[in-house]
């Protein structure tokens, strides 16, 4: 009888943490878009309450940095009047 009672127990942790997961996902909003410079998709996860923004996927720091490294890495190799990279332009 002691096995049969675990196994209830066990059970009824397992609906409850279910439960416990559907409840977050009736609690938030997905919000699916592309993102205008990177042409990434970006995934926002919105609290439907408040309506505030809970978590961007990738974050919007992650998305400023892409475009920091993509407008420094265009600058770094691309090729001035010469047919030289900047990289090389500058004089010593």
């Not at 042409?39 to 439907?48: L, N, T």
């Not at 923004?53 to 992650?62: D, F």
């Amino acid at each position: 009888m002691q096995r049969s009672v675990a196994t209830d127990g066990q059970t009824l942790d397992q609906a409850v943490e279910r439960l416990n997961q559907f409840a977050q996902t009736v609690q938030r909003k997905l919000e699916f878009s592309v993102d205008e410079q990177s042409g990434k998709a970006v995934i926002k996860v919105i609290d439907k309450e408040s309506g505030e923004m809970v978590r961007s996927i990738p974050s919007e720091e992650i998305l400023e940095m892409q475009q920091r490294l993509r407008e420094t890495s265009e600058a770094i190799f691309k090729t001035g009047n010469e047919g030289i990279s900047l990289l090389f332009q500058a004089k010593a």
